[in-house]
């Protein structure tokens, strides 16, 4: 028997456990951040699919947009709705052919986000919010090509997920902006560009929203004003 041969002592012992768990520490971070990243390229992937879709909504509608929201002032679709027919299904992965149409159509209409939803509450949760302040009474919707400003006015954005009333399902202003993207918001502009945007240090988590309509990044919600 070779007497050079031994166990691990406790102090070895210790070492290699302590060299693990700083491994560990170093990695998880990394991961963290890997599949936060994930989901905000994700998040702006979707924006400009459907930016694709209300252009073409408006080539085939005199140029105008579809609705904001439900309203009992104007007829029309809701924008979240309306970009249905023109979502293409093929960019969806193959091996989720299990999922309904309306799943399929969500994943892209909505931001990674809703998979933290509870299933009886996604019908009524809308993580996009399309810009309330683009067509103001008495105009129900805008002509997309109307904007004077159209690199820095907003037209769809990541909004908080817990509002109630049918109106904040679907649009909303920088009052409900989230933050949930490494604590920036996915914003899409009317020129149909994505970029992500901070304001202060919310981490989307208690949905404060935005404290300006402007974010000091010369971002513009009402174009009329």
């Excluded at 960019?91 to 939803?117: A, F, M, R, Y």
């Excluded at 945007?197 to 010369?218: F, K, R």
Aim: glycine letters at 6%.
């Amino acid at each position: 028997m070779n007497k050079n041969n031994h166990a691990f002592t406790l102090i070895e012992l210790l070492v290699v456990v302590f060299i693990v768990f700083a491994i560990m520490g170093l990695v998880v971070p990394v991961l963290s951040m890997i599949r936060e990243k994930s989901k905000q390229a994700v998040c702006m992937s979707n924006m400009g699919q459907m930016f694709k879709c209300l252009a073409q909504y408006a080539m085939e509608n005199d140029g105008y947009l579809p609705l904001g929201s439900n309203s009992a002032a104007c007829s029309g679709e809701v924008w979240f709705k309306a970009i249905d027919r023109y979502i293409t299904t093929d960019i969806l992965p193959e091996n989720q052919k299990e999922l309904s149409i309306k799943e399929k159509l969500s994943l892209i209409k909505q931001d990674p986000v809703i998979n933290t939803v509870s299933q009886d509450k996604k019908d009524n949760t809308k993580t996009i919010k399309m810009n309330s302040k683009l067509a103001q009474k008495p105009m129900c919707n805008r002509m997309i090509d109307s904007i004077r400003f159209p690199s820095r006015t907003v037209l769809l954005f990541d909004g908080r997920i817990d509002s109630s009333t049918v109106a904040s399902w679907y649009e909303g202003s920088h009052g409900i902006v989230a933050q949930r993207h490494s604590r920036g918001a996915n914003i899409l502009f009317m020129d149909g560009h994505v970029e992500r945007v901070q304001n202060g240090d919310s981490d989307g988590t208690t949905n404060e929203g935005w404290p300006n309509g402007h974010a000091d990044q010369g971002i513009i919600w009402d174009p009329d004003s």
